[in-house]
């Protein structure tokens, strides 16, 4: 059932650890919550399912979680706990919401089951939805823009990684006034190969995914309808398999209907994300990496933001870049969850990220 309010201020106290556990543990958005969750201070990671590894270690499918004591259980098998992560397919969540709260007071699903606000809108971008009566309920997880409904929210609905990569560029423009919806705008997000999961897939196999620039939804992409539904504009939305691990990132083409100057570009961005713990402004400059890039954030929950002026055309665009499975799902997650239930919001991931790193 929800948690009531009375629950909710016993588990927001600062110096209480709460329960949690993975649904899907065995996957990547699972492996990374369960790395998270393992060295969260406020968090007691109590267990992880996965049908298909039930009675494993966690370590036997995660390695870099070999030192870890906990082994995976059966999904069938939920015990109670105070947070249930769900890193399930889409589909799953949906029809098993009621049993998760029998187990749980908050949870925080990382699939597509609950980001969207209405049925028609699921009608439309997947096959209707399950459990429509939860749509109301859900918070869509992105901090940035939802930090004030997030206190004390009982139903989490972590972003899609394109579509957070593409809504944290453009946020700041809609933000800052420069861009009231009607405009053209064009995104580009390159993305790599742990984006499609752990499960193989001919087009995922190293042989075919090495090396490729890959267009894979030229047009009706879904996370075009978180991109939409959280800026309140058209987005026309592309999206590129590349030659990577790791990460998300999204060139946007903007063409504003009236001028637009570097110090307004400056002042909408600093004035989005000034204060953001997360989100980090890279514009320009000197050095190697002058605009956001994955490499540059692998493995953190950081995004990377910035823009460049074309006068010329009287275009803006606009970079980001994430992790896909960090900012764009499992740390997501993890600071919503942080933010929903009292604690320190950067908890669990102050992880700075490596350089020099590989493929990320």
């Not at 009531?4 to 556990?21: I, R, W």
């Not at 946020?171 to 800052?176: S, V």
């Not at 740390?331 to 919001?345: K, M, R």
């Given at each position: 059932?929800?948690?009531?309010?009375?629950?909710?201020?016993?588990?927001?106290?600062?110096?209480?650890?709460?329960t949690?556990?993975?649904?899907?543990?065995s996957?990547?958005?699972?492996g990374?919550?369960?790395?998270?969750?393992?060295?969260?201070?406020?968090?007691e990671?109590?267990?992880?399912?996965?049908?298909?590894?039930a009675g494993?270690?966690?370590?036997?499918?995660?390695?870099?979680?070999?030192?870890?004591?906990?082994?995976?259980?059966?999904?069938?098998?939920?015990?109670a706990?105070?947070?249930?992560?769900?890193?399930?397919?889409?589909g799953?969540?949906?029809?098993?919401?009621?049993?998760?709260?029998?187990?749980?007071?908050?949870?925080?699903?990382?699939?597509?089951?609950?980001?969207?606000?209405?049925?028609?809108?699921?009608?439309?971008?997947?096959?209707?939805?399950?459990?429509?009566?939860?749509l109301?309920e859900?918070?869509?997880?992105?901090?940035?823009?939802?930090?004030e409904?997030?206190?004390?929210a009982?139903?989490?609905?972590?972003?899609?990684?394109?579509?957070?990569?593409t809504?944290?560029?453009?946020?700041?423009?809609?933000?800052?006034?420069?861009?009231?919806?009607?405009?053209?705008?064009?995104?580009?997000?390159?993305?790599?190969?742990s984006?499609g999961?752990?499960?193989?897939?001919?087009?995922?196999?190293h042989p075919?995914?090495?090396?490729?620039?890959?267009p894979?939804?030229?047009?009706?992409?879904?996370?075009?309808?978180?991109i939409?539904?959280?800026?309140?504009?058209?987005?026309s939305?592309?999206?590129?398999?590349?030659?990577?691990?790791?990460?998300?990132?999204?060139?946007?083409?903007?063409?504003?209907?009236?001028?637009?100057?570097k110090?307004d570009?400056?002042?909408?961005?600093?004035?989005?994300?000034?204060d953001?713990?997360?989100?980090?402004l890279?514009?320009?400059?000197?050095?190697?990496?002058?605009?956001?890039?994955?490499?540059?954030?692998?493995?953190?929950?950081m995004?990377?933001?910035?823009?460049?002026?074309?006068p010329?055309?009287?275009?803006?665009?606009?970079?980001?870049?994430?992790d896909n499975?960090?900012?764009?799902?499992?740390?997501?997650?993890?600071?919503?969850?942080?933010?929903?239930?009292?604690?320190?919001?950067t908890?669990?991931?102050?992880f700075?990220?490596?350089?020099p790193?590989?493929?990320?």
């Amino acid at each position: 059932m929800p948690i009531t309010d009375s629950a909710a201020d016993d588990a927001t106290g600062a110096d209480e650890t709460v329960t949690a556990s993975v649904v899907g543990g065995s996957g990547f958005a699972g492996g990374e919550l369960l790395r998270i969750l393992a060295g969260h201070p406020d968090f007691e990671l109590a267990g992880a399912t996965s049908r298909e590894y039930a009675g494993k270690s966690v370590g036997s499918v995660h390695p870099n979680l070999r030192g870890t004591d906990l082994r995976f259980s059966d999904p069938a098998d939920l015990d109670a706990v105070d947070v249930l992560f769900a890193a399930t397919p889409h589909g799953v969540s949906m029809e098993q919401i009621d049993e998760f709260y029998e187990v749980a007071d908050t949870v925080v699903d990382l699939s597509a089951d609950f980001r969207l606000n209405t049925v028609e809108q699921y009608e439309e971008w997947y096959d209707g939805h399950d459990a429509p009566e939860y749509l109301d309920e859900a918070v869509y997880a992105l901090p940035e823009l939802h930090r004030e409904d997030l206190p004390g929210a009982d139903l989490i609905a972590a972003g899609g990684c394109n579509a957070t990569a593409t809504i944290l560029g453009l946020y700041p423009l809609f933000d800052g006034g420069i861009l009231d919806g009607g405009e053209q705008i064009v995104a580009d997000v390159k993305v790599g190969s742990s984006e499609g999961g752990a499960g193989a897939s001919k087009a995922g196999s190293h042989p075919e995914r090495s090396g490729v620039v890959r267009p894979y939804a030229p047009t009706g992409h879904r996370h075009e309808a978180e991109i939409e539904q959280e800026l309140g504009a058209s987005v026309s939305f592309t999206a590129h398999a590349v030659d990577m691990v790791r990460g998300a990132a999204a060139t946007c083409h903007v063409f504003p209907d009236g001028p637009v100057s570097k110090g307004d570009l400056w002042s909408a961005f600093r004035g989005a994300y000034d204060d953001e713990p997360f989100v980090r402004l890279q514009s320009g400059g000197g050095g190697v990496y002058r605009y956001p890039e994955p490499k540059a954030v692998a493995g953190t929950n950081m995004a990377e933001v910035g823009f460049e002026l074309d006068p010329g055309n009287k275009r803006l665009v606009v970079f980001s870049a994430i992790d896909n499975l960090v900012k764009g799902t499992a740390g997501q997650a993890v600071h919503a969850a942080n933010v929903a239930l009292g604690f320190d919001e950067t908890a669990g991931l102050d992880f700075q990220g490596l350089h020099p790193v590989g493929s990320p």
